[in-house]
């Protein structure tokens, strides 16, 4: 009995250890289990504060004075849209695709993990769609995947099983933080659809160059297929993996109620289309030489303490989502581009044909100046991209040896040639500190350099770079240039000829702003921006006799001289001796042509025909030239203002007055609001707003304002700028106008400054060097170069409807007393003697040399003595 019992205990004995065991594993799971997932939501989870604040990199966008996006910076083309401006038919897709109870459940759906697992992974059914749901698949974007190389099979499922908690963990926390509508657009914000679109509103831009909310179904089937594996779906490179995807999204549609059968037949039988495709980029879209410009002014004015972020940093353009509300008018751009381009392609024609077996590096020049000449022709070649490149093969290896030991040393080109000097004594540091080749505070670095052994290599990679230099600049090879016919053309040409012949394009710049408001409204850096990046807009040139309606306006209203007053064309000479002009030697300058008639103008003919003897004249009757740059410091051209050499930019010397001052159009152009403006001068600007992400404004733009002329002189003036465009020289357009032209000495500028009630335009026209220019007044007057630019401009503007611009707008009425300032009527656009009567008819018909101009240069007789270059 004794024993049988015995035997009866031991396997309850082995049943009550073995539960010991399996309470044993419960626990450790548990415990195991536990501080997994502790280890997990204590880990590297995205926390409640960076959820509330989920990080993206938001483009910048530009927008033009009518809401028109036409520009972007970004590190990630995104931007950032908002559940309300979902397009149906993305929402309809995402849930029907990706997640059907979206709305009911709160983070994970476990029917649909079973659904995977029983019909994707068993039965291989693409259109089951994904066990993840938006909200989990939101958590993948917000953490970064572990990588899985060098790990064992084991480990590899553990780091697998670790995300995937991890995803749930988040997925979790994003449904108690945010409402659905705003995971799932956070959601399509978020994830990258390659080709460099982030977000899907980048994304449809660039796949169908549109924005979402206008997609077609198939589109938006398209952009939602690529949510579960862009790369494989990307309709560029895999278009038939794309077009099936497309079309199980297009099924699921269908399945749930939001497309019938015949629509789904239709839109699942038509092939892809990417004739829209077009990766975004920075300098993409109009006005490129603006948004150059704009690039700067930004990141400038967003260095400035009143416009940082609340947490004391700077705004990013790249990455920040700023809305940067413009005030240029794309219709008024496209027009300004337009007449650029049109009018500069009949300028380099003819550039060509006057300059054909001519060089103009050695073009009636002596040896100073050839040897300033072919300077900057090195100084152009040496700042090439293939030049660039050359330098760093040779001399980047021994360079970063060198800065390895003298950190941030100088070593430039001219450095390394004064220091090679200096080796073989053949010249001492001081005399390269005193030039200012090398910088004193580096002399002990200098010193050493030359002592050592690295001055050896250094002069051995330079002189092998100069070497190869000259081989490869002066061998032919197939490269593309610019041509105004194709925008580039594919030519075998050495890249010194290349540099030479870009750089013989004449260049233009136009700026078009609202007298009123300041706002410009078309900017024009330039023509060929790919290949001419320097803008031309805010470049310092000599403005010619631009300048001369501002003398004009200074001699009436603060000398009192009569516009009817009458003065001898003759020469006048300005002295040493003379109060205030400040000048060394006598002064005795010619009109443009070099001739005097010796007859009498009165102010009007001689602002229309430019006579620079007048403007002397007037001149010597103020007696100084710091009241004219009184009067154009009140226009908005600062008096103290000076150029990179130091010197003033409005000289305090009599030669100011016939436009030996260097000035920009946008100077130019704010100048000339004052006259269209009442005699008030507007600062031009060009951003009217900028907002943060969230919409808060963190600028406005305010132009400057002030009164410079009293109106009535101001309507004194504004008759006179009418005048020159009556006549004989009226340019065919609607509008009230006036207008003054300018040239300078060797035809190296040539200016046109046009005003209507409503817009004020400067343009420039010439060379980026002196010597690109034309070599007769015939082809190098501002009236034949620069004039009808603004003319083809307005006209453009005022057959355009879209713009509505008032062709019937009128100046400010004059005040009081201006008939009697101007009753000099019959003086206006008549010429002093019957000589320029004559010739005065000859230039009425102006139109008519036209198309002259595009076919062959003027004889020099077709124009009149006193058709000089400022009308």
Same mark, same amino acid.
């Given at each position: 009995?004794?024993?049988?019992?015995?035997?009866?205990?031991?396997?309850?004995?082995?049943?009550?250890?073995?539960?010991?065991?399996?309470?044993?594993?419960?626990?450790?799971?548990?415990?195991?289990?536990?501080?997994?997932?502790?280890?997990?939501?204590?880990?590297?989870?995205?926390?409640?504060?960076?959820?509330?604040?989920?990080?993206?990199?938001?483009?910048?966008?530009?927008?033009?004075?009518?809401?028109?996006?036409?520009?972007?910076?970004?590190?990630?083309?995104?931007?950032?849209?908002?559940?309300?401006?979902?397009?149906?038919?993305?929402?309809?897709?995402?849930?029907?695709?990706?997640?059907?109870?979206?709305?009911?459940?709160?983070?994970?759906?476990?029917?649909a993990l079973l659904r995977v697992a029983f019909k994707t992974v068993l039965l291989k059914k693409e259109?089951?769609?994904?066990?993840s749901t938006i909200s989990q698949q939101l958590a993948k974007l917000l953490f970064r995947r572990p990588?899985?190389?060098?790990?064992?099979?084991?480990?590899?499922?553990?780091?697998?099983?670790?995300?995937?908690?991890?995803?749930?963990?988040?997925?979790?926390?994003?449904?108690? /933080?945010?409402?659905? *509508?705003?995971?799932?657009?956070?959601? +399509? &914000?978020?994830? @990258? =659809?390659?080709?460099? !679109? #982030?977000?899907?509103?980048?994304?449809?831009?660039?796949?169908?160059?549109?924005?979402?909310?206008?997609?077609?179904?198939?589109?938006?089937?398209?952009?939602?297929?690529?949510?579960?594996?862009?790369?494989?779906?990307?309709?560029?490179?895999?278009?038939?993996?794309?077009?099936?995807?497309?079309?199980?999204?297009?099924?699921?549609?269908?399945?749930?109620?939001?497309?019938? /059968?015949?629509?789904? *037949?239709?839109?699942?039988?038509?092939? +892809? &289309?990417?004739? @829209? =495709?077009?990766?975004? !980029? #920075?300098?993409?879209?109009?006005?490129?030489?603006?948004?150059?410009?704009?690039?700067?002014?930004?990141?400038?004015?967003?260095?400035?303490?009143?416009?940082?972020?609340?947490?004391?940093?700077?705004?990013?353009?790249?990455?920040?989502?700023?809305?940067?509300?413009?005030?240029?008018?794309?219709?008024?751009?496209?027009?300004?581009?337009?007449?650029?381009?049109?009018?500069?392609?009949?300028?380099?024609?003819?550039?060509?044909?006057?300059?054909? &077996?001519?060089?103009?590096?050695?073009?009636? !020049?002596?040896?100073?100046?050839?040897?300033?000449?072919?300077?900057?022709?090195?100084?152009?070649?040496?700042?090439?991209?293939?030049?660039?490149?050359?330098?760093?093969?040779?001399?980047?290896?021994?360079?970063?040896?060198?800065?390895?030991?003298?950190?941030?040393?100088?070593?430039?080109?001219?450095?390394?040639?004064?220091?090679?000097?200096?080796?073989?004594?053949?010249?001492?540091?001081?005399?390269?500190?005193?030039?200012?080749?090398?910088?004193?505070?580096?002399?002990?670095?200098?010193?050493?350099?030359?002592?050592?052994?690295?001055?050896?290599?250094?002069?051995?990679?330079?002189?092998?770079?100069?070497?190869?230099?000259?081989?490869?600049?002066?061998?032919?090879?197939?490269?593309?240039?610019?041509?105004?016919?194709?925008?580039?053309?594919?030519?075998?040409?050495?890249?010194?000829?290349?540099?030479?012949?870009?750089?013989?394009?004449?260049?233009?710049?136009?700026?078009?702003?609202?007298?009123?408001?300041?706002?410009?409204?078309?900017?024009?850096?330039?023509?060929?921006?790919?290949?001419?990046?320097?803008?031309?807009?805010?470049?310092?040139?000599?403005?010619?006799?631009?300048?001369?309606?501002?003398?004009?306006?200074?001699?009436?209203?603060?000398?009192?001289?009569?516009?009817?007053?009458?003065?001898?064309?003759?020469?006048?000479?300005?002295?040493?001796?003379?109060?205030?002009?400040?000048?060394?030697?006598?002064?005795?300058?010619?009109?443009?042509?070099?001739?005097?008639?010796?007859?009498?103008?009165?102010?009007?003919?001689?602002?229309?025909?430019?006579?620079?003897?007048?403007?002397?004249?007037?001149?010597?009757?103020?007696?100084?030239?710091?009241?004219?740059?009184?009067?154009?410091?009140?226009?908005?051209?600062?008096?103290?203002?000076?150029?990179?050499?130091?010197?003033?930019?409005?000289?305090?010397?009599?030669?100011?007055?016939?436009?030996?001052?260097?000035?920009?159009?946008?100077?130019?152009?704010?100048?000339?609001?004052?006259?269209?403006?009442?005699?008030?001068?507007?600062?031009?600007?060009?951003?009217?707003?900028?907002?943060?992400?969230?919409?808060?404004?963190?600028?406005?733009?305010?132009?400057?304002?002030?009164?410079?002329?009293?109106?009535?002189?101001?309507?004194?003036?504004?008759?006179?700028?009418?005048?020159?465009?009556?006549?004989?020289?009226?340019?065919?357009?609607?509008?009230?106008?006036?207008?003054?032209?300018?040239?300078?000495?060797?035809?190296?500028?040539?200016?046109?400054?046009?005003?209507?009630?409503?817009?004020?335009?400067?343009?420039?026209?010439?060379?980026?060097?002196?010597?690109?220019?034309?070599?007769?007044?015939?082809?190098?007057?501002?009236?034949?170069?620069?004039?009808?630019?603004?003319?083809?401009?307005?006209?453009?503007?005022?057959?355009?409807?879209?713009?509505?611009?008032?062709?019937?707008?009128?100046?400010?009425?004059?005040?009081?007393?201006?008939?009697?300032?101007?009753?000099?009527?019959?003086?206006?656009?008549?010429?002093?003697?019957?000589?320029?009567?004559?010739?005065?008819?000859?230039?009425?018909?102006?139109?008519?040399?036209?198309?002259?101009?595009?076919?062959?240069?003027?004889?020099?007789?077709?124009?009149?003595?006193?058709?000089?270059?400022?009308?």
């Amino acid at each position: 009995m004794e024993e049988s019992t015995n035997m009866m205990n031991k396997p309850r004995k082995w049943l009550k250890y073995f539960l010991y065991f399996i309470w044993a594993a419960l626990l450790i799971g548990f415990i195991t289990l536990f501080v997994f997932l502790s280890n997990i939501s204590n880990g590297d989870l995205p926390s409640f504060q960076e959820l509330e604040n989920p990080k993206y990199d938001l483009a910048s966008v530009v927008y033009d004075a009518n809401g028109e996006a036409f520009g972007k910076y970004f590190i990630e083309n995104r931007e950032q849209i908002s559940f309300d401006q979902i397009s149906p038919h993305i929402y309809n897709a995402l849930l029907s695709t990706e997640d059907l109870r979206y709305y009911d459940h709160t983070g994970i759906d476990f029917r649909a993990l079973l659904r995977v697992a029983f019909k994707t992974v068993l039965l291989k059914k693409e259109s089951s769609g994904g066990g993840s749901t938006i909200s989990q698949q939101l958590a993948k974007l917000l953490f970064r995947r572990p990588n899985l190389s060098g790990k064992s099979a084991l480990g590899k499922v553990m780091a697998l099983v670790e995300v995937k908690v991890k995803e749930w963990f988040t997925a979790i926390k994003l449904e108690k /933080q945010y409402t659905k *509508d705003e995971i799932m657009a956070m959601y +399509l &914000n978020k994830f @990258d =659809f390659i080709n460099g !679109a #982030h977000g899907i509103e980048a994304a449809s831009q660039t796949y169908f160059g549109k924005s979402q909310e206008f997609l077609a179904p198939e589109e938006a089937a398209t952009l939602v297929g690529m949510l579960k594996n862009p790369s494989l779906y990307n309709p560029l490179r895999f278009p038939e993996k794309s077009e099936n995807r497309r079309n199980v999204v297009l099924g699921q549609l269908k399945k749930y109620g939001h497309i019938d /059968q015949i629509s789904f *037949d239709s839109l699942s039988s038509k092939k +892809l &289309n990417m004739e @829209d =495709f077009e990766r975004d !980029a #920075h300098d993409k879209g109009p006005a490129p030489h603006f948004r150059s410009e704009l690039t700067k002014w930004l990141k400038e004015l967003l260095k400035k303490e009143e416009y940082l972020k609340p947490d004391g940093t700077a705004y990013n353009i790249y990455t920040d989502g700023l809305q940067i509300n413009t005030t240029i008018d794309l219709a008024f751009q496209k027009h300004a581009e337009q007449a650029v381009f049109d009018h500069m392609k009949t300028n380099q024609a003819k550039y060509w044909k006057v300059w054909d &077996n001519k060089n103009p590096w050695t073009y009636e !020049a002596d040896e100073t100046q050839k040897e300033l000449r072919l300077g900057v022709l090195e100084r152009r070649l040496k700042e090439s991209d293939r030049y660039l490149a050359l330098h760093k093969q040779y001399l980047g290896p021994i360079k970063t040896k060198i800065r390895n030991k003298h950190a941030d040393l100088p070593l430039s080109e001219n450095v390394i040639k004064a220091l090679i000097k200096v080796k073989d004594q053949k010249q001492r540091l001081s005399h390269y500190f005193k030039n200012n080749t090398l910088k004193e505070r580096y002399v002990n670095q200098y010193k050493d350099l030359v002592t050592h052994k690295d001055m050896d290599e250094l002069r051995k990679q330079y002189n092998a770079l100069i070497n190869d230099y000259k081989t490869v600049f002066d061998t032919p090879v197939n490269m593309k240039i610019y041509d105004y016919e194709k925008g580039e053309i594919e030519v075998e040409m050495s890249p010194k000829d290349s540099v030479k012949y870009h750089n013989q394009h004449l260049q233009s710049g136009l700026l078009s702003v609202d007298p009123k408001s300041g706002h410009i409204k078309a900017w024009v850096g330039g023509v060929g921006f790919k290949y001419f990046k320097f803008d031309h807009v805010n470049s310092k040139r000599q403005v010619g006799s631009t300048i001369k309606p501002f003398v004009y306006a200074t001699a009436i209203s603060l000398q009192g001289i009569s516009p009817c007053q009458e003065f001898e064309d003759i020469q006048y000479t300005i002295a040493p001796g003379d109060v205030d002009l400040f000048v060394d030697e006598e002064w005795s300058p010619a009109n443009a042509n070099e001739k005097f008639t010796g007859n009498l103008y009165n102010l009007y003919q001689g602002l229309l025909y430019s006579k620079n003897s007048i403007t002397v004249r007037l001149v010597k009757e103020l007696g100084s030239v710091d009241v004219i740059r009184e009067v154009l410091h009140n226009c908005g051209i600062d008096k103290k203002m000076t150029l990179p050499s130091g010197r003033l930019a409005v000289p305090r010397l009599p030669s100011m007055v016939l436009g030996a001052a260097d000035l920009s159009v946008r100077d130019m152009a704010g100048a000339y609001t004052t006259f269209a403006n009442n005699g008030n001068y507007t600062e031009p600007i060009f951003v009217s707003t900028i907002r943060d992400k969230s919409g808060k404004v963190i600028f406005t733009g305010i132009p400057e304002r002030k009164k410079a002329i009293n109106p009535l002189y101001n309507a004194v003036m504004v008759d006179m700028l009418m005048n020159n465009l009556a006549g004989g020289y009226n340019l065919g357009i609607k509008s009230k106008a006036g207008g003054k032209t300018g040239t300078t000495n060797d035809f190296a500028d040539a200016w046109f400054m046009g005003i209507s009630p409503n817009l004020v335009t400067g343009i420039w026209v010439g060379g980026d060097d002196n010597w690109i220019r034309f070599l007769s007044l015939d082809n190098g007057q501002g009236f034949v170069m620069a004039r009808p630019i603004f003319q083809n401009y307005m006209k453009k503007i005022e057959a355009d409807e879209s713009i509505n611009f008032d062709i019937d707008a009128n100046f400010a009425a004059p005040p009081d007393g201006f008939q009697e300032i101007t009753d000099c009527a019959r003086y206006k656009q008549q010429t002093p003697d019957a000589e320029l009567q004559e010739t005065t008819q000859t230039q009425s018909t102006y139109d008519e040399f036209d198309d002259e101009f595009e076919e062959e240069e003027f004889e020099e007789e077709e124009f009149d003595e006193e058709f000089d270059e400022e009308f």
